[in-house]
């Protein structure tokens, strides 16, 4: 059995708890917390509840930590703090960070002789594969990737971090014509701007100041500032009623040509539709958790992203069982 810890026990940590459950090959052995674990009330019975000061207590009791923190401010920290102790998987997406996080993750891990395996999810993640798949497969070619319409955890994290906010939620919305454009095989130059919409609906302080949260929000650089940013101020009960759910998903299209002269014209889509954008990121979590015990029981330490790891190693099945069933 693989003996797994959770760090963060929000919406994306009961989003693991619930993914472990699928997966008979691994067991859930505490749920590390910043709060005071006796306000912490899991679904798992008889798995402890600790508090992170008591963390590496736990380091030869868990195969792999996965970390659950938010990518503005927790997972910069977190993740090469315990990769010194830990296997670790977290989700890192502020994308114009990753090769910053990468170095800091990697040096922690191959000192401790640890895997830590960063930026996993649906994007980063799956997308990123398919992004690499279809690089190689049509190097004569345009790539683009369309989010949404859904909820962005890291985006609407990033709105509750601002001063003065209550609560939030950030939807990222494609361009529909921009959209029809690349499925048509027009090859358009996109900025992101051009791509996509953010839309966020806020719960403000009271006394708060809204104007000085709207601008904040706008100009937040790696996560507003480039698009067209709509802000909507509501109350706390209109945020429950009508944005309670995470729904999220989109598109990664590939356009390249093939023949002496590019004759022919290919199209290659991949596409989610989520109702769950936690819960869907915590399966790939807890698949990448395998590969990174996996990984280290061979020997291999240091920083790994989903794009170097085999696909082999991320399912409970034989290598002979996906060959029979899947090739």
């Known amino acids: 059995m693989i003996r797994v810890g959770i760090y963060g026990y929000g919406n994306l940590g009961k989003g693991v708890e619930s993914a472990i459950r699928q997966n008979k090959d691994m067991e859930l052995v505490a749920v590390f917390t910043r709060r005071d674990p006796e306000s912490v009330k899991i679904r798992t019975q008889g798995v402890a509840v600790c508090h992170i000061d008591d963390m590496v207590g736990y380091k030869d009791k868990i195969d792999v930590m996965i970390l659950c923190g938010g990518s503005a401010t927790d997972l910069p920290v977190q993740t090469p703090e315990m990769a010194k102790h830990f296997n670790v998987i977290d989700s890192f997406d502020t994308h114009a960070r990753i090769l ?84 048509s095989g027009k090859n358009p130059d996109l900025t992101v701007r051009e791509k996509h919409v953010r839309e966020c609906f806020v719960v403000a302080k009271e006394g708060a100041d809204k104007a000085r949260i709207e601008k904040e929000i706008k100009e937040m650089k790696n996560y507003f500032a480039d698009y067209d940013t709509t802000v909507h101020f509501i109350t706390k009960e209109e945020l429950d009623r009508d944005h309670s759910g995470i729904p999220h998903g989109g598109f990664v299209i590939r356009s390249g040509k093939t023949g002496l002269n ?36 061979e020997g291999v330490s240091g920083c790994k992203t989903v794009l170097d790891i085999a696909p082999s190693y991320l399912t409970i099945a034989s290598k002979e069982e996906l060959y029979k069933t899947l090739l």
């Open 100 to 183: 910053e996080h990468f170095a800091k993750v990697d040096t922690s891990a191959k000192e401790s002789g640890k895997v830590a395996i960063i930026s996993v999810g649906w994007d980063p993640g799956m997308f990123s594969l398919m992004r690499a798949y279809g690089l190689a497969v049509l190097p004569d070619g345009k790539d683009y990737t369309f989010w949404g319409k859904g909820v962005s955890q890291g985006h609407s994290d990033a709105i509750r971090r601002v001063e003065g906010v209550l609560d939030g939620k950030q939807y990222t919305i494609p361009v529909e014509s921009a959209l029809n454009a690349v499925r």
């Open 262 to 297: 590019g004759e022919n014209s290919h199209i290659i889509e991949y596409s989610l539709k989520l109702d769950s954008n936690p819960e869907f990121t915590s399966s790939v979590l807890v698949a990448y958790a395998r590969a990174a015990v996996r990984l280290n029981s």
